[in-house]
């Protein structure tokens, strides 16, 4: 299970239902209209969960400089820098709901 639909389930069973698609179905069919707070809910957890991901990403690869001269030590930017798009939480092409 990808972590969107994983939030999108958890938000569901908040709101009472067993699953999203449950909770999309009573929804849609019963009120004919799609709740855009709990779309924009979802969104919001859905991009904290790629930052949180992306800045554990970040530090594992995370590499230090030392400086000789002053003894000093500096996080080496680049090594946390990644145009990787790889992510786990990236939506699944084809995915309904």
């Given amino acids: 299970m990808n972590k969107l639909q994983e939030i999108k389930d958890n938000w569901a069973k908040e709101q009472g239902y067993d699953n999203w698609d449950n909770y999309y179905n009573d929804r849609y069919f ?5 709740d855009e707070y709990a779309l924009n809910e979802i969104a919001r957890r ?3 969960a790629v930052a949180d991901d992306a800045l554990k990403r970040a530090a594992e ?7 000789q001269h002053d003894h000093g030590f500096e996080v080496d930017k680049q090594s946390i820098l990644s145009t990787e798009i ?12």
């Fill in 30 to 34: 019963g009120l004919s209209y799609t």
């Fill in 61 to 67: 690869r995370a590499t230090v400089k030392q400086y």
């Fill in 86 to 97: 790889n992510l786990d939480l990236a939506i699944e092409e084809g995915s309904e709901g």
């Fill in 46 to 48: 859905y991009a904290k």
